[in-house]
């Protein structure tokens, strides 16, 4: 059974790299792309995906609350992932409220993703810098449950 994933994200770019390199995932299957959080709450609810993978910096940011958001996808999935250029505490405390269980670096994207969506289940929000694959192995290892 795969895991259906759900990315949004403002930058044609950023889905279509994304969306390549999970093309050969047996385990991982990208079932839409949102641009906006518009299309991300009207997305969820139709789609019911097992993860999200979003951006919290979207186009429409300043039209929908976090909270608002956060109470809208928390319904229809079951785990929110983040992703971000930024590294400031203002991004991470976004991730947060939107209800994110982990904050990845869109620079090291690929090496976190397999794991994190193969895990399907985040239980504590950490940020992951290249650097720090040992403390994502400890974190995988302790805080991973069956489901999120």
């Known amino acids: ?27 991982i299957e990208v079932i839409g792309t949102a641009t906006s959080f518009a299309e991300t709450l ?20 300043r039209e929908y609350t976090p909270k608002l958001v956060k109470s809208q996808i928390l ?27 982990v904050l990845l670096d869109k620079m090291n994207l690929y090496s976190f993703l397999l794991v994190i969506v193969a895990a399907h289940s985040l239980v504590s929000f950490v940020f992951l810098h290249s650097d720090e694959i040992s403390l994502f192995k400890v974190a995988v290892n302790r805080y991973f449950s069956t489901s999120c």
Request: proline share 4%.
């Open 1 to 27: 059974m795969s895991i259906k994933l759900l990315l949004v994200d403002g930058s044609d770019v950023m889905r279509s790299a994304i969306r390549r390199l999970l093309k050969n995932e047996l385990d």
């Open 42 to 61: 009207v997305l969820t609810a139709a789609l019911k995906p097992d993860v999200l993978l979003m951006d919290p910096h979207m186009p429409d940011e």
């Open 75 to 101: 319904l229809h999935t079951k785990c929110i992932v983040a992703m971000s250029l930024w590294n400031d505490a203002d991004t991470r405390t976004l991730a947060e409220t939107f209800g994110a269980h």
